[in-house]
């Protein structure tokens, strides 16, 4: 069976980045590819921050606070300042993301057997198997950036972002959106945009180094989607990537069983999560 995201990634292809479907009563505009994706939440993020009316909210929160990923308005702004100040304040909010971080970091299993002999082979040089992994060795460890960035653009596990609402009548693409419309960006598009990525659908670290060997950022980069709704844990859960990721492999070998064949398929859901497996794990 297609993934929804796979599903609506195809008729982008023939209809365009901007297209709707009638979803029952309802219809939703789908806005693929990363130029539209970011002229709707980055460069219109006034115009579409706000969430749509959904009726299974109203059971799910009490009052009109809707939580900090279903509000809108004045509502959604006080509780996002209080979120952003909590996480820089007091540095919570790791639990919130473990799920995201556990996710990923499967994907991270799936490709370790590819690129470890090099990213190790980074590691023991820059900061060697006894010293712990600090954020101040990230720009030292160029390939082992990119592996992590790459297989978080792989991986891809909020395939089709959140809903969001045209908060008054405007233009994308060409197309009027009138007020009121349900608008959901297709973050997979972005990930795997043929215009942005010279081997969208390979597993490839070189998306994020140029021709020296250092670190680029990719402005088509865009896991935890972008603008005013960006994840407000983003800043965190790249942090844990790292120190996670280096600190195993500072350690540990990684393989998988003989016979076994991995994928990035797998099941959809509000994330994309990847199916079960098993991995041997092989002090160094």
């Keep these: 069976m297609t993934h929804p995201h796979i599903y609506f990634t195809k008729l982008a292809d023939i209809y365009g980045n901007v297209f709707s479907v009638r979803l029952g009563g309802e219809k939703m505009v789908f806005v693929s590819g990363y130029r ?6 980055v460069t219109q993020a006034e115009n579409f921050v706000d969430r749509p009316y959904n009726a299974i909210n109203d059971r799910l929160y009490s009052g009109d606070s809707g939580g900090l ?3 809108s308005g004045e509502t ?15 540095g919570l909010g790791k639990g919130t993301m473990e799920q995201s971080i556990c996710e ?5 299993q799936e490709e370790i057997e590819k690129e ?6 980074e590691i023991d040089r820059v900061i060697g198997q006894i010293q712990l992994p600090r ?7 160029p390939y082992t950036d990119a592996v992590i960035h790459e297989i978080q653009r792989m991986g891809n596990i909020v395939p ?12 994308l693409g060409g197309y009027v959106i009138p007020k009121g419309t349900s608008l959901l960006p297709n973050l997979t598009s972005v990930l795997f945009d043929k215009t942005e990525w010279e081997t969208p659908d390979t597993f490839n670290p070189r998306h994020f180094l140029d021709a020296e060997g250092k670190f680029v950022k990719r402005d088509a980069f865009l896991p935890f989607s972008a603008g005013k709704r960006v994840c407000l844990g983003e800043g965190l859960a790249k942090m844990e990537l790292f120190l996670f990721l280096v600190g195993l492999l500072q350690k540990l070998s990684f393989s998988v069983p003989d016979g076994v064949e991995l994928s990035t398929e797998g099941v959809t859901g509000l994330t994309l999560v990847p199916h079960s497996f098993n991995v041997y794990t092989k002090a160094r």
């Design 36 to 41: 539209m994706v970011k002229e709707a939440i």
């Design 69 to 71: 990923f279903s509000s």
């Design 76 to 90: 959604w702004k006080r509780q996002r300042r209080f979120a952003l100040s909590t996480l820089r304040s007091f």
């Design 104 to 108: 990923e970091s499967r994907h991270l």
């Design 116 to 121: 470890k002999d090099k990213v190790q082979a």
């Design 135 to 141: 954020m101040a060795d990230r720009p030292n460890l």
């Design 160 to 171: 089709l972002n959140l809903v969001r609402m045209a908060a008054k009548d405007t233009t």
